[in-house]
């Protein structure tokens, strides 16, 4: 709700200040009333150039021009400080207003008497620091560039694809830190990792403006690593899964740099969207069956095998020929499963140089410990995990000894509640109950590359709050291996199955 008034406030502001604007300009008030046409006016009213226009219809382009028009606006009002224009693109629903009813800012007619020019160095500065701004409110609630940085969702999406990542999607999240440097992560550039690049002083409880769609199965979403929250030393190489830090015997090493991250500043991660709020999920064999019913697999989806070769054969080679990663056919030369999609495997059966191809048999080392839920006499594995139930919002869950595993994190770390299990009994929040009814919706992820995925099989459940936005399409891709462009990539569906 304060949310939504917040932003009601800002349109209102803004509508109001250029009702304000325009009539101390000598144009028709109404005029700022009529969408798209308000802007015509407004540009014509700063005398700017015609491409103004074009550039206001692009989306991400019409936030920053945008601000551009509101610094253009106090400069027809001779209003040249530096740190008045900052303030006018920072609070736009309020400086405009406040111009329109100060009694000493006069309107020039920019086609007549031009504004003054500013020395080289404040234009630069001026667009520096407005282009920040832009960059912030655009990568925060329009779009972000995201590139796949492992192999988790090959071939569907390679190492090397950049992606334009769409915030509007699912809709803008609030930042939960506002106090942080902008367009930096989590850590500072240059400090190994270990200087945080934010403030906890003000963490914003979670809010989602609306998107134009909803999260769909088979969507290729990024998201927050939900297990990210804890970590020694702030590195995310180090990250600690929750279990493993509330087992952890070394409490000495857990204090020598434990750090909690908010939300948002987790670590960002890519997976398809297989489970939905209410599902039922199941493993059998490798194959997925949601609710009783198989799931079908990506086009690309890889599964590891362990091919024997004929001697003499160039193993790197032949493998590289049949479109194998330089990286797996590493992994491969030291022990790995080979990851492949159906069609090379097919292709490689026809080989001559290949005795045999036998599916990898991928099973947790650890008999299924690092496997969520994390019990120790849990025996799942990548191929035959579950069944699984994926909370929805408002649903009630039943609490006992068997499912209290799969949903003590969702009501503690993400719900924000304390739970005891004392003399047998079940307590949140200090009261004794056998219920739990969740506040938000959770989502299952998995990567398309199956044996080659950290996802929800080891760490469980992605929270609604955790949601970026939406992988839409492949801006480019750069194959580093080979030192070029895969030309054909290029604005490819990032979410295609």
């Known amino acids: 709700m304060l949310y939504n008034l917040l932003l009601a406030i800002y349109f209102i502001g803004t509508v109001l200040g250029l009702w304000l604007v325009f009539k101390k300009a000598g144009i028709a008030p109404w005029k700022s009333l009529v969408p798209i046409y308000n802007i015509v006016v407004w540009i014509r009213m700063c005398n700017k150039k015609w491409s103004w226009y074009i550039w206001f219809l692009i989306p991400g382009i019409n936030i920053f021009m945008f601000l551009l028009m509101v610094q253009e606006t106090a400069r027809v009002f001779r209003r040249y400080n530096f740190w008045e224009q900052l303030l006018a693109v920072l609070f736009p629903w309020v400086y405009l207003p406040w111009l329109g009813l100060n009694q000493k800012a006069e309107y020039h007619d920019p086609h007549v008497d031009p504004p003054k020019k500013v020395s080289e160095g404040r234009d630069w500065a001026e667009a520096i620091v407005f282009a920040i701004i832009a960059a912030v409110?655009?990568?925060?609630?329009?779009?972000?560039?995201?590139?796949?940085?492992s192999s988790s969702m090959e071939k569907s999406l390679l190492v090397g694809d950049h992606l334009l990542v769409s915030k509007m999607a699912y809709?803008?999240?609030?930042?939960?830190?506002?106090?942080?440097?902008?367009?930096?992560?989590?850590?500072?550039?240059?400090?190994?990792?270990?200087?945080?690049?934010?403030?906890?002083?003000?963490?914003?409880?979670?809010?989602?403006?609306?998107?134009?769609?909803h999260i769909k199965r088979f969507d290729a979403v990024v998201f927050n690593f939900p297990e990210g929250d804890t970590t020694l030393n702030a590195s995310p190489t180090n990250l600690i899964t929750y279990y493993e830090a509330r087992n952890m015997k070394d409490r000495a090493l857990l204090n020598e740099?434990?750090?909690?991250?908010?939300?948002?500043?987790?670590?960002?991660?890519?997976?398809?969207?297989?489970?939905?709020?209410?599902?039922?999920?199941?493993?059998?064999?490798?194959?997925?069956?949601i609710n009783g019913k198989e799931l079908t697999l990506p086009k690309d989806a890889q599964f590891k095998y362990f091919p024997i070769f004929r001697d003499g054969t160039n193993v790197a080679r032949l493998l590289?020929?049949?479109?194998?990663?330089?990286?797996?056919?590493?992994?491969?030369?030291?022990?790995?499963?080979?990851?492949l999609t159906m069609a090379q495997y097919n292709s490689l059966t026809q080989s001559d140089h290949i005795i045999s191809l036998e599916p990898y048999a991928y099973e947790d080392i650890s008999q299924g410990i690092r496997m969520f839920p994390h019990t120790a006499d849990n025996s799942w594995t990548v191929n035959n995990y579950g069944p699984v139930h994926i909370p929805a919002k408002g649903e009630v869950l039943q609490l006992n000894d068997s499912t209290l595993p799969f949903y003590h994190r969702i009501i503690t770390a993400y719900e924000g509640n304390t739970l005891e299990v004392r003399d047998g009994n079940i307590y949140i929040n200090g009261e004794q109950t056998e219920t739990y009814t969740c506040r938000q919706n959770y989502y299952w992820m998995?990567?398309?590359?199956?044996?080659?995925?950290?996802?929800?099989?080891?760490?469980?459940?992605?929270?609604?709050?955790?949601?970026?936005?939406?992988?839409?399409?492949i801006l480019w891709s750069w194959d580093k291996e080979h030192k070029k462009l895969r030309w054909g990539r290029t604005l490819r569906d990032a979410s295609a199955y």
């Open 137 to 149: 409110i655009i990568r925060g609630n329009v779009f972000e560039l995201y590139g796949i940085p």
């Open 171 to 213: 809709g803008p999240r609030v930042a939960i830190t506002p106090l942080s440097l902008p367009l930096i992560h989590n850590t500072i550039p240059g400090t190994q990792d270990k200087v945080e690049s934010y403030l906890k002083w003000i963490q914003l409880p979670y809010h989602r403006y609306p998107g134009y769609t």
């Open 257 to 289: 740099g434990y750090r909690v991250r908010p939300v948002d500043k987790r670590q960002n991660y890519i997976k398809r969207c297989i489970g939905m709020p209410g599902d039922d999920l199941q493993i059998i064999n490798r194959t997925v069956y």
């Open 320 to 339: 590289e020929n049949y479109g194998v990663s330089m990286e797996d056919i590493y992994r491969f030369s030291q022990g790995d499963g080979l990851p």
């Open 446 to 473: 998995m990567g398309d590359s199956r044996h080659n995925s950290q996802d929800s099989r080891f760490w469980g459940y992605v929270p609604e709050d955790h949601i970026s936005g939406k992988a839409r399409c």
